[in-house]
């Protein structure tokens, strides 16, 4: 990957609807060869997907909460079950893999408190797996960004 493919990337993950012809401008590149790099740059996994950004509160999910979980045990079928449980739920929204004293980091998001807590009791309640998880609900987000610094 050259500057030239980072500055790219840099105008594509701010807008992903910026033109062909508005990318080559920014960058000094014909329109052809920004459509061979984002070909590549696709083919090769760099641009994993490209999606629309939605405001929580607008869709009705009120509540985010930072979730940090521990695991009863170490057996890796285990850990594995509860990785794709959390993949696969549409709720959780972040995942991570975390080294310190939780096992597991997850956003979940919800419509509201009663949302939140019926998610609990279906994802970590229902889990014998599950040591103990403690929860912090976002009071405000400052900033949100799904921008990777380039």
Same mark, same amino acid.
């Given at each position: 990957?050259?500057?030239?493919?980072?500055?790219?990337? !840099?105008?594509?993950? *701010?807008? @992903? #609807?910026?033109s062909? &012809?508005?990318?080559?401008?920014?960058?000094?590149?014909s329109? $052809?060869?920004?459509?061979?790099?984002?070909?590549?740059l696709r083919?090769?996994?760099t641009?994993?997907r490209?999606?629309?950004?939605?405001?929580?509160?607008?869709?009705?999910?009120?509540?985010?909460?930072?979730?940090a979980?521990?695991?009863?045990?170490?057996?890796?079928?285990?850990? !594995?079950?509860?990785k *794709?449980? @959390? #993949?696969?739920?549409? &709720?959780v929204?972040?995942?991570y893999?975390?080294?310190?004293? $939780?096992?597991?980091?997850?956003i979940?998001?919800?419509?509201?408190?009663?949302?939140?807590?019926?998610?609990?009791?279906r994802?970590?309640?229902?889990?014998?797996?599950?040591?103990k998880?403690?929860?912090?609900?976002?009071?405000?987000?400052?900033?949100?960004?799904?921008?990777?610094?380039?």
């Amino acid at each position: 990957m050259d500057p030239t493919d980072r500055k790219l990337l !840099d105008h594509l993950q *701010r807008n @992903a #609807r910026i033109s062909t &012809q508005a990318l080559a401008q920014e960058t000094g590149l014909s329109t $052809a060869s920004v459509q061979r790099r984002l070909r590549a740059l696709r083919d090769n996994g760099t641009i994993r997907r490209e999606v629309a950004l939605l405001d929580p509160a607008q869709v009705g999910l009120g509540i985010t909460a930072i979730v940090a979980v521990e695991l009863e045990r170490d057996r890796l079928d285990q850990i !594995d079950a509860f990785k *794709r449980k @959390a #993949r696969q739920d549409r &709720q959780v929204t972040h995942f991570y893999c975390i080294a310190g004293e $939780a096992d597991f980091i997850l956003i979940v998001m919800a419509r509201d408190i009663a949302d939140y807590e019926a998610f609990t009791h279906r994802f970590f309640f229902a889990d014998r797996n599950v040591r103990k998880f403690r929860t912090s609900i976002v009071v405000s987000t400052e900033k949100a960004s799904p921008e990777i610094p380039l």
